[in-house]
């Protein structure tokens, strides 16, 4: 079930919400663990089983590493192979066979497996929580409704945030509700889904167009380039908004998941900035654990190289994923060695023209179905395909999106954040935004919600991981 949906919205949501406020606090994780596992049922109903699997097994193998301290060595990578094993059988098995056939000329059949719904994400919280406990962080939780709870939340379950266990472990236990939380919640749930529904899903629909066009020219192959770039920031960054604001109206405070990324001046600083708890994740869990920066040059390269070779794998299983995650990796290499203090002379506006173009080629290679396809789009922009520098069919569509691009353009910068704060420092002027911004928020709901009834197009570029 997705957020930007009238399922979700109009009934779905309002139901949990009454039963949730209305049931005694020592069942409110209980009606959180029901609902978010009917909302996982209304998509996958066959794979919530795979999920109920997955936490029963993370429940006892935590009670094992507790219990048992002079083995829990043995427990925890037990814990791994089950996690990591069903995560590579759904979403790797098929990419793997693929490549066996090819290499060897094998003729072994596909599996054809469907990919569950949001299990690259709830693998790494499931991971996340057996990791702290075996290292001490977090105390083991005997409490398989709060465990089931933590890894099923549906505000997080099918795109995160990745929230870890140890950010949320008191919240399960005792959290506050007040109007202030609720009302925050309730607004930043609105500016995500607008985000998703007004911005993301127009960029789609002019990717779509490129996409399936003949008719193409060199600055139709820019335009792409820019709109996938702002679509896929819009999509999953109001993803995240949603869930950090239906958190807060549970009670949870969820992390950030991302800071204006494409302000960076750097491709390092970026990653600060994009998708912020994978990359904290696997700072944590595995570059850390690798020995981080605190090695020798060679294998700080080859920490770097793993981490983001295991990134771009993480998004799925194609060759695209892991050239996107190597390119960035050996551009991290680059500028963590030595390109970053040369960036830091430049003036301002190369640094961000070098992280956008960076960025849109990266992304161009994400969403491509093979490499062959990303050379062609790549190249294009570049005039290496043979099509006209412009043509009408390409002044057509940028005049019609023009406007819906600079809006995201803008909306992809702290420009109105900032200039809102500003004004809020006038005391008149803050009573007025006050007054004003409960009405404008409705507004967009109405428009967002004439849109859900009036379109179908309404997808999820991270369903697919």
Known sequence: MLFSSINFLYYFLPCVLIIYFITPTKYKNTILLISSLLFYFYGEPIYILIMLGEILSAYIHGILIDKYKDKKRIFLISSIIISLGVLGLFKYSDFAITNINNLFNAKISLLNLALPIGISFYTFQILSYVIDVYKEKVKVQKNIIKLATYVALFPQLVAGPIVRYIDVEKELTSRTHTFEKISYGIKRFCIGISKKVLIANQLGELCQIFLQTSDKSVVFYWVYGIAFSLQIYFDFSAYSDMAIGLGKIFGFNFLENFNYPYISKSITEFWRRWHISL???????????????????????????????????WHGANWTFVLWGALFGVLLMIEKLFLLDKLGKMPKLI???????????????????NIGDAIMQITGLFGANGESFINNYTIYYLKSYFIIIVIAIIGATPLLKNMISKLKENIKIRKMINIFEPIILITLMLFVTAYLVDSSYNPFLYFRF
């Open 279 to 313: 990359g904290s994740w696997f700072r944590d869990y595995v570059y850390i654990p690798l020995g981080g920066n605190r090695v020798g040059s060679v294998k700080l390269i080859r920490n770097i190289l793993i981490v983001w070779m295991l990134t771009g794998f």
């Open 351 to 369: 640094q961000h023209m070098y992280v956008v173009f960076i960025v849109m080629i990266s992304f161009i290679l994400f969403n491509a179905n």
